[in-house]
């Protein structure tokens, strides 16, 4: 007969993996990150120029000549009438203005910061100056007689205003 060797028994014991459960939901927080910096970025890129134009019905030209090349610096002066006490006042980067030499010290400190190379008496800003059509020409000229003042040297001025249709003539 044949020796028979005695079978060697393991000791060791298979484990079985605990049983867990797991969460299938996920997590909001990443999503409402983007969202935010989503909603951030689309405030940044948002034109507000659109701010500071005031509610004026422009006045009309025979020949219009549209704006293409939108200076870097170009300031908005608005002319329009206080629908309250009907007056007409002078609105200037969200403020508005009664008194002219004011207008004139903050066009003054806007023009000597964007000095032309040029020509560095002048100012390299630009002014669009957006006028109700039914404002007299005195509020106009004010703007205007600010622009050339010594101390101001605005030069680059563009006047607002819509094209004449066969209907308007």
Known sequence: MAEKKP???SFARTRKAPETIENVG??????IDIVFQLIIFFMLITDMTQTEMEAVIQPVAKKVIEDKNKPKERLIVNVFQ?????????KFRGKRFNDVKVLKNRLSEYANRFKDPKFPALSNVSIMLRADARAPFEEVQKVLQICGDNQVRIYKVEINAKQQTTESK
């Open 82 to 90: 206080n629908s309250v006490n009907k007056k007409w006042e002078l």
């Open 7 to 9: 079978e060697k028994k």
């Open 26 to 31: 996920f997590s909001m927080t990443p999503m």
